[in-house]
């Protein structure tokens, strides 16, 4: 649903920000080892993109990225799935981690619901790493073998990444919060050899033991050769109820000889994300660790101007790719801020106060939190001391317009609001920040550096300043360089390629005005995005169709609409069955255990039955889009619907939603 109203000018970057940003620094580099003169940030964007393995080298040169190996080409192909970066050079993730370990700022701070503010130093986080990397080769971990993570967003999380990362091992995460069939179906396809888990966690001042599910989680992946077992809510627990080589956490012993990194090829897989579709198992999405270094570099640098020695939080989990966003800050010397706990506990005013304690200089959360916080009496520039507060990100799903009044009015008046969109797929933003540029209520400021993110209309033809699908034209480093699991590719290039062959279609409805600024209204397919975690409906599918008293079901997320998710759960009842109470509850207690809480629906209604098409496919799309407002003969094909009587029933829905 698109706002017509002008957006409005909120913000200008000071004239000493923009000079002393990191932007300007590389543009003046560029022009003293270049000579490449660039006015305004446009102009830089259009040569980054016209002139793309330019543009890629120069950041390999100003960020001085460490190579075992030179590469050989920058892009030897530049085809859309396959494209090869920087082919030749070797070089490790992690350790351009530590090339800013510094005694003058810490590592990382950690906060959270049990545990107060503690402080890790530089020293402390290598010596820390070392230990769990010598224990990993202990355990005959080497480049290639995947280790993963049933943890939250605490240290030990941190710690054992960088670990795997430093040996060339494959990291992938689960929130433990996380039901174990849904951290299985994930876990499973990449046969983990070593699996870090917690005991349990603490949320909303309740304790959640998770001992049973990391039980199962073992029982389902025979590859197993150990599990590092971390008594997080409970320093005193044992394993109980584990099986095979379980270590303790606290009785890793001390690493024998410093920490040693082995150098990869650029492509060497440095994680699995997972971003489900509409159909089959979640999608475990590879990233390689080059990929991922350069990408991140220069978001976090350049596109949020992070420097060594600022404090950079994220309101994240382990199972969202901002966790990932976030421990990439140590690549440019930021001091990450890791908070584990809910945050309306004991009140909205939670991660505020760790701001205050924490000395946060930019922080980022989730556009579902910021709309919360509107509805609240929270007012965080009057409460807490955020004078050292510079930015504050916003991504997950699109920030309306009064979400950023509400910032500059109730947070700080001179805050930059960078309001961001990527995706897990890219483990980036195609679209973000710049300390540069204004910033307009509603509006992103621009298309990043280097990608060249285009709006399509249903012809295949850029436009500009009217709605079309998000689209990239050019690859970039950090796309997926396989799905695991997906050895024609197959999968991969039906999830981006399908609808235009060798362009990226990213699933988003997004306006690029003539400014260069971007506002995203949703997104285009039919996959479930809460708080910035996708997931694929089959899973809320089958979850909820193994209900006895549930035939049938349609799920949606109308991400955007009204400036909140929303998302309604439509089921087919047997015959005889009323939805009460207390089958609404059974429902949404199933999918918080199987699944998340995140993916509870809002609103459950009772439908006489599910509309397909006439080959029998949940009719996802068309709803979505008759209830984001779009009049039904332009959204679904009646001939093409094996029941389009029941369509009435959605057209009279949204109506009632625009009512409220």
Not at 147 to 171: D, K
Not at 295 to 307: D, R
Not at 372 to 395: C, F, I, N
Not at 552 to 560: A, F, K, P, Q, T
């Amino acid at each position: 649903m698109m706002n017509d109203q002008q957006p409005r000018l909120l913000w200008t970057p000071p004239a000493e920000l923009q000079a002393r940003s990191n932007l300007r620094a590389y543009m003046e580099w560029l022009a003293a080892t270049r000579g490449l003169q660039f006015h305004d940030y446009d102009a830089l964007w259009r040569w980054s993109v016209e002139e793309l393995e330019a543009f890629w080298a120069s950041l390999w040169d100003y960020f001085a990225i460490r190579s075992a190996t030179p590469y050989t080409a920058v892009l030897a192909d530049r085809s859309m799935p396959g494209a090869r970066w920087f082919e030749g050079a070797t070089l490790n993730y992690a350790e351009h981690v530590f090339r800013n370990a510094s005694a003058e700022h810490p590592a990382a701070i950690f906060q959270s619901e049990r545990h107060p503010l503690t402080t890790i130093s530089w020293a402390e986080l290598e010596a820390q790493v070392a230990r769990v990397a010598a224990t990993l080769r202990g355990l005959g971990v080497g480049p290639g073998d995947r280790v993963v993570g049933y943890i939250p967003n605490i240290p030990q999380a941190l710690v054992a990444f960088l670990a795997a990362a430093s040996l060339g091992a494959i990291w992938s995460s689960c929130s433990p919060d996380f039901g174990s069939p849904s951290v299985i179906d994930r876990f499973a396809q990449i046969e983990p050899r070593v699996l870090v888990a917690i005991d349990g966690y603490q949320y909303g001042d309740k304790p959640f033991d998770r001992r049973g599910a990391v039980a199962e989680i073992q029982a389902a992946l025979p590859t197993l050769q150990a599990t590092i077992f971390v008594p997080y809510l409970d320093p005193a627990a044992t394993p109980e109820g584990l099986s095979g080589t379980v270590l303790r956490w606290d009785d890793l012993p001390p690493a024998p000889a410093p920490l040693r990194f082995e150098p990869v090829p650029f492509a060497h897989p440095l994680w699995v994300l997972y971003s489900s579709g509409t159909t089959g198992l979640p999608k475990p999405i590879v990233h390689s660790q080059g990929g991922i270094l350069i990408q991140h570099l220069k978001e976090l640098s350049l596109h949020l101007n992070l420097k060594p020695g600022d404090r950079f939080f994220w309101f994240t989990t382990t199972g969202w790719m901002m966790w990932n966003l976030l421990v990439s800050g140590l690549l440019v010397g930021a001091t990450v801020l890791l908070y584990d706990g809910s945050p309306a506990y004991p009140d909205l005013g939670a991660l505020w106060r760790f701001a205050e304690q924490s000395g946060t200089t930019f922080f980022g959360t989730s556009a579902g939190y910021i709309t919360a916080l509107m509805k609240s009496d929270v007012e965080p520039g009057a409460q807490y001391d955020l004078s050292r507060l510079v930015g504050l990100g916003s991504t997950g799903s699109p920030l309306p317009p009064e979400g950023f009044e509400w910032v500059y009015a109730h947070v700080k008046p001179d805050i930059w609001l960078a309001s961001v969109s990527g995706g897990t797929d890219v483990c980036g933003c195609f679209v973000g920040g710049c300390p540069l540029l204004p910033v307009y209520s509603g509006e992103i400021q621009c298309r990043a550096l280097g990608v060249d993110a285009r709006a399509y209309d249903t012809d295949g033809n850029s436009v500009t300043g009217v709605m079309g699908e998000l689209v990239i034209t050019q690859p970039m480093p950090s796309m997926p360089i396989y799905f695991w699991n997906d050895p024609d590719g197959r999968r991969y290039r039906e999830s981006y390629f399908e609808l235009y062959p060798g362009i990226w279609r990213h699933g988003d409805w997004v306006v690029i005005n003539e400014r260069g600024g971007v506002v995203i209204y949703g997104r285009s397919d039919s996959t479930i995005n809460r708080q910035g975690i996708r997931m694929g409906s089959s899973e809320i599918y089958r979850v909820v169709e193994s209900l006895p008293e549930v035939l049938d079901s349609l799920v949606l997320d109308l991400e955007g609409l009204g400036g909140a998710s929303y998302m309604p759960l439509f089921v087919v009842l047997r015959e005889g069955v009323e939805l009460d109470t207390a089958l609404q509850q059974r429902i949404k207690a199933a999918i918080r255990n199987a699944l998340s809480p995140r993916h509870v629906p809002d609103e459950i209604f009772a439908v006489p039955d599910v509309p397909r098409t006439l080959s029998g496919k949940k009719l996802e799309v068309p709803v979505k889009k008759i209830l984001a407002g779009v009049p039904v003969e332009r959204a679904a094909n009646p001939d093409s619907l094996r029941n389009p009587e029941l369509l009435p029933f959605y057209v009279d829905l949204a109506a009632r939603l625009r009512q409220r």
